[in-house]
């Protein structure tokens, strides 16, 4: 894994760099760092479940958006260094806790590593469904390596429109890439499977954030979801955009989205009729929940079933 991390192209930037001596573009070294692991009960129902879901927290990530809540873990670095068998044996102690899954939370630099924690996790009687929660700026290549060890992918398509991805996560070929990327998540695990409780056990959930004045995007989004991927692919629409970190500084996204745009996408995804999928309660999630402490729970937000 050294010899990969020596000129490093496991994501999109393809930055080439000596992970072993400097950080990357992603500003992760060859060491895994993570911020913290809890038990989350309000992520989408099928995948938190009655028993929560089992996250696990990745510092450091390969896109810079200005508006990340979680920017103190994934810009600003927050977290510890830990080894691959401590992450194993992280992901053991997730399922001792009786969570439904292991949810890697922005876990892209360091997917080497998170095959060989996986490998030692199985060997020590890991059994529940791995989940990989990506901002969804991956590479295809990567992804491949990834192929039997998730279960469950959770990408996010944040943009139709590079140039929106450029200003506000400082990515090049944003919606190229990512699609690219979850048509080959999807080519893994299909349509999501779940088990008699409802909830998930194999499958692909795609994520999408509604930004502030970018309707329009959300619908290109939406209509590539429909044309692209089997509709009965589920979507969780997410409204829980507000203002922070950079973001309060730029004048086009520094409000929370309207009523009047939550409901254009809303009726959209409807008019879509794509099959499966949630959509957030609009206003029942006004503040960050970044965590104060190392290794602290945190909070979530609340959805709805978008099909009743």
Aim: hydrophobic share 30%.
């Amino acid at each position: 894994m050294n010899k990969e991390l020596e000129c490093c192209t496991i994501c999109p930037h393809n930055c080439k760099i000596n992970r072993t001596k400097n950080p990357g573009r992603c500003k992760s070294t060859d060491k895994i760092k993570i911020a913290l692991y809890s038990i989350h009960n309000f992520e989408e129902p099928c995948i938190s479940g009655e028993k929560g879901s089992g996250t696990i927290f990745f510092s450091n990530c390969n896109m810079n958006c200005v508006f990340c809540q979680n920017y103190e873990i994934s810009q600003l670095g927050r977290g510890k260094e830990i080894t691959i068998e401590e992450l194993a044996n992280v992901m053991i102690k997730q399922q001792e806790r009786n969570v439904q899954n292991i949810n890697l939370v922005t876990p892209t630099s360091y997917a080497l590593h998170i095959v060989e924690a996986i490998k030692i996790a199985r060997k020590k009687g890991l059994e529940i469904p791995i989940v990989y929660n990506t901002n969804g700026y991956e590479s295809v290549e990567t992804l491949k390596l990834l192929e039997g060890y998730v279960d469950i992918y959770l990408p996010d398509l944040k943009y139709y429109y590079d140039d929106l991805a450029k200003k506000y996560s400082k990515v090049d070929n944003y919606f190229e890439i990512a699609t690219k990327a979850i048509q080959e998540m999807y080519r893994q695990v299909g349509t999501p499977v779940l088990d008699e409780n409802g909830v998930m056990k194999k499958g692909l959930m795609i994520r999408h954030l509604i930004l502030p004045n970018e309707v329009q995007n959300s619908k290109k989004v939406l209509k590539w979801i429909k044309e692209n991927i089997d509709s009965n692919v589920y979507v969780s629409i997410m409204a829980q955009y507000f203002p922070t970190y950079k973001a309060k500084e730029i004048p086009e996204i520094a409000r929370k989205i309207t009523k009047e745009e939550y409901e254009k996408v809303e009726n959209y995804l409807y008019e879509l009729d794509l099959e499966n999928g949630y959509i957030q309660e609009l206003g029942e999630h006004e503040e960050e929940y970044v965590p104060t402490k190392m290794m602290e729970e945190k909070n979530n937000v609340k959805y709805n079933s978008s099909k009743s």
